[in-house]
């Protein structure tokens, strides 16, 4: 009876770690093509800041704002910063149309470049990671790992859309799987040692009473 429990338990456990380590790796899969997409997206934000300064010197240049790049890895502030840096832009670019001046300008050519190289990048990061999203919400709402997976911290991970104004929104994913799988196992434990106590003090009983 005690080795088939110790047998049980053995084997749920490796079930457990094998299933974790799955969505485990998934997830991780899923930050790190968020975290592409952040550093892409802190790069356009240079590139603005840049546009600004250049433009700063011609007409309406009171319409274009001077920010500071944000080195804060908060993806709320970076769509905040992100859609900043679109109106600064596009507000540099409507600029360059009434100044010939400016849009001949070889270092504002050379940023626009630079731009458009910037936006591919992060329309393909963005693929990437909707990618990665749809793979891994598609495994954690799989049987069998629907049944456990919310429990191990593993919560369902967002796109990234462009809104109806075209604002991109990256919404932060993270996982509680660490704490959570060490309490569970911490549970299991102390589950698994209680009834190995009261096997083994009911084997004794049985034990002393067989005894002349």
Request: charged share 25%; glycine share 4%.
């Amino acid at each position: 009876m005690f080795f088939l429990f110790f047998i049980l338990v053995i084997g749920v456990l490796v079930w457990l770690f094998l299933a974790y380590n799955k969505l485990r790796s998934l997830a991780e899969n899923v930050k790190q093509k968020q975290s592409n997409i952040y550093v892409t997206i802190k790069k356009r934000h240079d590139i603005a800041q840049r546009l600004s300064d250049i433009a700063s010197s011609y007409g309406d240049h009171e319409k274009l704002t001077h920010f500071t790049v944000t080195e804060s890895n908060n993806i709320a502030t970076a769509n905040n910063v992100a859609s900043e840096a679109s109106r600064v832009i596009g507000n540099v670019q409507m600029l360059a149309n009434r100044f010939p001046d400016l849009k001949a300008n070889s270092t504002y050519q050379q940023l626009m470049v630079q731009l458009d190289e910037i936006e591919n990048t992060i329309l393909k990061r963005r693929e990437d990671y909707n990618a990665a999203v749809q793979i891994y919400n598609s495994t954690r709402g799989s049987i069998p790992h629907l049944f456990y997976a919310s429990k191990l911290g593993f919560v369902e991970a967002t796109y990234f859309e462009v809104d109806e104004n075209g604002i991109e929104q990256l919404a932060s994913f993270k996982t509680d799987d660490g704490k959570i799988l060490r309490d569970t196992m911490g549970r299991m434990a102390s589950v698994a040692t209680e009834n190995v106590k009261k096997i083994k003090a009911k084997r004794d009983n049985n034990t002393e009473e067989v005894e002349p």
